[in-house]
């Protein structure tokens, strides 16, 4: 399973003082963000996300609609900052970032670019506030993020509390970086066909995918507690 889709900005001073504010714009003119230093935070997107950093700020669109998005910087005073940006292009993702750019009190910066289209990402500087923009900063990185697939990040034992196979210690869940396949995770096959998992002095009798793609559970023909480290390993996925 590829990464989703997903619109994430975060803005911080270059130098430590600088008043920033970090506002996105959706193909609807609903916002998300603040519009200048030290306004109301507006959290209108859909699946959208705001968080205040000290210092800086960190905009999440976690499913973008199609189209036209504008990310929006305004600073309050005279200095730098640096914008990151992940943006969804063709069925991947992009990253993007923008290092030192200058700014006076009242200057905006923003980024264009429409989700599905073909895209400059050239940031466009007004430093006295007419609407016109002054100069462009093309970004200083920009480069497809590499999707290195689900990773196993932890396997522990499951205890349900209730009369099943966890309370002889056979069961085990085992969480994945990201969502994964209901083909890889091999549910429902016949034991013999489970060539995805080895548990160490083992045998996997079952797996289940969990609601959200990312635990996977195991039934063992053995018990396992604590006091034996065990190792699982995991393949195919």
Do not use: C, K
């Amino acid at each position: 399973v590829s990464r989703a889709p997903q619109i994430s900005a975060l803005v911080a001073p270059s130098v430590s003082g600088l008043p920033l504010a970090l506002q996105i714009t959706d193909p609807s003119a609903r916002l998300l963000g603040a519009g200048a230093p030290g306004a109301s935070i507006e959290r209108a997107v859909p699946f959208g996300s705001f968080v205040p950093l000290s210092p800086g700020s960190l905009a999440v669109i976690g499913t973008p609609q199609a189209g036209l998005h504008e990310v929006v910087v305004a600073s309050g005073g005279i200095g730098a900052f640096d914008l990151g940006l992940i943006v969804p292009e063709g069925t991947g993702l992009r990253q993007l970032s923008y290092s030192g750019v200058a700014m006076t009190a009242g200057a905006t910066a923003r980024v264009r670019f429409s989700v599905g289209g073909t895209n400059t990402y050239e940031l466009e500087v007004d430093d006295n506030g007419d609407g016109t923009a002054d100069r462009s900063v093309p970004p200083s990185l920009d480069a497809g993020v590499t999707d290195v697939g689900p990773r196993l990040v932890s396997a522990v034992q499951m205890v349900t509390g209730r009369d099943d196979p966890s309370r002889w210690g056979q069961l085990i869940a085992l969480v994945f970086s990201e969502e994964i396949t209901r083909a890889s995770s091999q549910e429902g096959l016949d034991p013999a066909l489970l060539t995805n998992y080895e548990v160490e002095a083992n045998d996997v009798l079952g797996a289940s995918l969990q609601p959200g793609g990312r635990v996977v559970l195991l039934s063992l023909r053995d018990g396992v507690g604590p006091f034996v480290s065990r190792t699982v390993t995991v393949s195919g996925i």
